[in-house]
């Protein structure tokens, strides 16, 4: 009872890593690897896990304390209703088309955002950095 208390906290906690197949893509490419769900102290529910494919961007905000923001450019959900339970470990492979963005800086990295929604508990996050050729 106490292990569940301290997980809905964040303490103990399922915790999230995203794997790509590869460290280089290019574009058009299919963006493919897995999330890896590493169960914490107790028992938890997740509802869905949400990549987000991001572009980081200067901010012409003169008022702004950020030099740079977050550009959304896709978005993929894994629905995936389950138990992750104590100690167990949980792969969700994924796969999504890496489309042909017009980029609004230079780039030739993109971050990929992998939220975990966790039922009465901590939603777990974890960045991960995709490189563009």
Known sequence: MFEK?????????LTVE???????????????????????????QISKIKLSLIEHKENETEHSDFDEMENVLQVYEIHSEQVV??????????EFPLEN??????????????YVYIDNGADAEEDAE????
């Not at 208390?5 to 906690?13: F, N, P």
């Not at 995203?18 to 107790?42: P, S």
């Not at 104590?86 to 969700?92: D, G, L, P, R, S």
Request: proline letters at 2%; aromatic letters at 6%.
């Open 85 to 94: 339970e104590a100690a167990q470990t949980v792969e969700k492979p994924f």
């Open 5 to 13: 208390i301290l997980t809905s906290l964040g303490v103990g906690a």
């Open 18 to 44: 995203t794997r790509l197949e590869k460290d280089v893509f290019d574009a058009n490419e299919l963006i493919k690897g897995k999330v890896v769900l590493n169960g914490g102290d107790a028992d938890q």
């Open 130 to 133: 995709i490189s563009i050729q």
């Open 101 to 114: 963005y017009e980029f609004q800086k230079d780039t030739d990295a993109l971050t990929l955002r992998t």
